[in-house]
Structures are given as C-alpha cells and as structure tokens.
C-alpha cells in the first residue's frame, strides 16, 4: 500500500486555503492510503512562538484535523516534536542540500526579505520537510501549490543520497489539487491568502463565526466589471470567490460558472457565504466538541507511537548506510 505524508504548521488560525489546499485531500486520502498527517511544530519555531501559544495551535491544529474527517483508526495523527527522527534526519538532509539551493527557495526569498534578522533555522526549512517526508518513505504528499518547489528539492534531496549511499529513498510525489491549490487573499487576489497576514479580513478563518465569514466575504475585493465570469487572468479575484465557491458545494468551475451567468457580484457573495458558512458550521461544532473531550493528547500520544516506529526503522538504515558506528 502507499504512504501519503503531509503536515501543517501550527502558527497562526488555519484558513480555508489550508482546508482546500491540502486538509480535503488528507481526508480523501485516508481511505485508499496508509497515511501520517502531522502538525509541524518544529518548522512552527523557525518563526519566533510563545510557548503557550505554540502549545495552543499545536492541540487545535491536531483537533481541526479530526473536525474535519481525519480518522485516527485509519490514519496516523502526531505532532512532528513527539517523534525525535524529524530532527535527526533534518540534520542529515541538511548536510546534503547545498547553499544554493536553499537560496533559490521562494518561501524563503519572501519570508526573509526585507529583514534584518533571519533565523538559520528558516534557512534550513526545507532540509526538515525533507527529512519529514523520506522518514516515512512517503509515496504522497498532499500540499497546495505554494509547497512545490519544496517537494522538489526533496526529490532531489532523495536522489542525490540514493547516488551516494545506494537506492533506498522513494521519490515522493506531490498530490496538487487541480482546483484549489492556491487560494487567493480576500484583499488582493494575486497574494495566496495566509494565515499569517496581519490584515485578518484577507483570509477566512476555519473558526471563523459566521457572521464573521459573511462580513469577510462581503467585503472581499472584486475585480472592476460586475458580472460572475471565471477568468483568472483578468478576473482573478471573483474566480477566487468562484473557486472557493465550487470547493464549498462539491459543484465543478463549469457548474459554478453556468449557476451564477449574468449575475452581479453581490448576490453571488451572499450566497457564497452562506455556502462557506454551512460547511464550515459543522466542523466547528466538531472542533468544540472535540476540544471538550480532552481526546487530542492520546490520540497524538498512539499517532506518535506507531509513527516512531517505521521512522526508527529507516533512519537505522539510514545511518548504517552512511557509515554510523552503531551504539550497540
Ligand atoms: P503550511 O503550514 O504553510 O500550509 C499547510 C498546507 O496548506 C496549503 N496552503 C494552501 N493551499 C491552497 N491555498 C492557499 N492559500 C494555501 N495556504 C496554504 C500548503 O500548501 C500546505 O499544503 N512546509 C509546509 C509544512 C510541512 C510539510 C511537511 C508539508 C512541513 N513538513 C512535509 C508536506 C510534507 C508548510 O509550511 O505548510
């Protein structure tokens, strides 16, 4: 059977970009696929975090997963830090990506520029997402298309040790959504809409109250024109709204496209928000109820167990073939 991997940071309040562009996916995936979804906390510190807020997204991360379908009797759900071979093999990674590479990253190019200060350990990012994804020899990995170029160096990451040491890594593979993958800001639709943006109506929060979410949608910007028409080259913002409108209903672009013809922007949002709102109800009262039964920390606890165990297996491997002594 394949291993699908993916994981997200806990920093900051998960948006429906991070729902559409990758947590959809994991919940599809768990049916067909042996599967580890983590949440990141390691790459979360190559940011500065509170330590209380750290702990706080770390547990409702974990818990949005299982609010939105993650099922911990078919897939395994941890935290990256409870699993000590994401740091030893992110080291090993490290040693074999180059300087270059790492520069030619965009996520870096954007997160650093400008700043004066830049952590290492942002620098380094990509050698742990690496290391996150070849631990498990991973098949699959489900991301938005923010995460490709990241993907990518794996690849290469994988093929350069396979040279070295002898075949063993599995070149993963990434699983982009054909719809979806870059959910744009609310405010500006050529910026990918992030939870990290200081402007909190640019992005729509999964645990956003609806009457939040309809302000929010309200008050999207919308390109010059008023008719719904799917465009992105020249309409980039409303083919945003249209696209989240077709990840909300289940319904495809065309039909989204045909249902709103010759309709003015207003009355499109409106039921946009109440489309986005229906789906996301649910899941909260799910998050909620979920976050009341104090169930997360075992879950994480067994997650984290059988993950421990295949990863102890490779990074073994991994060690012996690039000539550790072994401690025993
Ligand atoms: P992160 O935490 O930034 O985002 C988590 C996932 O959400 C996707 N995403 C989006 N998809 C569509 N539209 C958007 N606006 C949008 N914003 C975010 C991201 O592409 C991602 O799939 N480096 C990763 C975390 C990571 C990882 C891994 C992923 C660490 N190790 C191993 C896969 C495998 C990140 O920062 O994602």
Request: charged share 20%.
């Amino acid at each position: 059977m394949k291993t699908v991997l993916s994981g997200i940071q806990p920093s900051g309040l998960l948006t429906i970009g991070n729902y559409i562009g990758a947590i959809k996916n994991f919940v599809q995936l768990q049916n067909e696929y042996n599967c580890y979804f983590m949440v990141v906390d390691l790459h979360a510190i190559t940011v500065a975090q509170e330590p209380e807020a750290l702990r706080e997204a770390s547990e409702s991360v974990a818990a949005l997963y299982l609010a939105a379908g993650l099922d911990p009797s078919k897939a395994n759900i941890f935290l990256q830090s409870h699993v000590p071979q994401h740091a030893e093999l992110g080291w090993i990674m490290t040693t074999l990506a180059s300087m270059g590479e790492l520069e030619r990253m965009t996520q870096f190019k954007d997160k650093s520029a400008g700043k004066e200060n830049v952590g290492a350990g942002l620098f380094v990012y990509p050698a742990l997402m690496a290391a996150d994804i070849l631990l498990y020899n991973a098949d699959l990995v489900p991301v938005g298309d923010d995460q490709k170029q990241h993907l990518e160096l794996t690849r290469d990451l994988a093929a350069r040790f396979n040279h070295r040491f002898g075949d063993y890594f599995t070149q993963p593979d990434p699983f982009i959504p054909e719809v979806g993958a870059r959910i744009m800001s609310l405010d500006d639709g050529t910026k990918k809409m992030s939870k990290s943006n200081p402007n909190t109506g640019s992005y729509i929060a999964l645990l956003d109250p609806p009457d939040v979410i309809r302000k929010k949608i309200s008050r999207a910007t919308t390109d010059s024109g008023r008719e719904v028409q799917y465009d992105p080259a020249n309409k980039p913002e409303v083919s945003n709204l249209m696209t989240i409108y077709s990840q909300f209903s289940g319904m495809t672009l065309a039909e989204v496209a045909s249902k709103f013809e010759g309709q003015m922007y207003g009355g499109f949002k409106k039921e946009l928000a109440e489309v986005v709102v229906a789906g996301l109800e649910p899941m909260q009262q799910r998050y909620h109820d979920i976050r009341k039964s104090g169930e997360v920390r075992d879950i994480l606890r067994q997650g984290a167990q059988n993950a421990q165990a295949k990863a102890e297996n490779i990074l073994a491997e991994v060690k012996q073939r690039m000539g550790f002594l072994p401690a025993s």
